[in-house]
Nanobody, 126 residues
Framework: QVQLVESGGGLVQAGGSLRLSCAAS??????LGWFRQAPGKDREFVSG????????RYGDSVKGRFTISRDIAKNTVYLQMNSLKPEDTAVYFC?????????????????????WGQGTQVTVSS
């Protein structure tokens, strides 16, 4: 049984930090990533990382502020969010993808991720 369980969301003031975790189980994945969705907005790619951790990718809006990492032994991915802004307020979803063959890039398209967590709320106040 495949499961992705997020944690670490909460309320933080602008300029503060949060660290999200996503614990995956049931199998390993080629790519683990994060998407977010604010009310009335489309789901947005935030960051992704390959199994080895050798390739990472960030959305333009978070580049330089967020850092993705993973623990292979725990099959867990993390998102360290620094310098948070009110516009970062959203539900953050963990997503996983598995493909045959080598992964040479990280896709930003949500339809290419087959597995999803339940989401964790991040709220950044002014």
């Amino acid at each position: 049984q495949v499961q992705l369980v997020e944690s670490g969301g909460g309320l933080v003031q602008a300029g503060g930090s949060l660290r999200l975790s996503c614990a995956a189980s049931g199998r390993t994945f080629s790519t683990l990533g994060w998407f977010r969705q604010a009310p009335g907005k489309d789901r947005e790619f935030v960051s992704g990382i390959t199994y080895s951790g050798l390739i990472t990718r960030y959305g333009d809006s978070v580049k330089g502020r967020f850092t993705i990492s993973r623990d292979i032994a725990k099959n867990t991915v993390y998102l360290q969010m620094n310098s948070l802004k009110p516009e970062d307020t959203a539900v953050y979803f963990c997503a996983a993808r598995r493909v045959v063959g080598a992964v040479v890039s990280i896709t930003t398209y949500e339809y290419e991720y087959a597995y999803w967590g339940q989401g964790t709320q991040v709220t950044v106040s002014s």
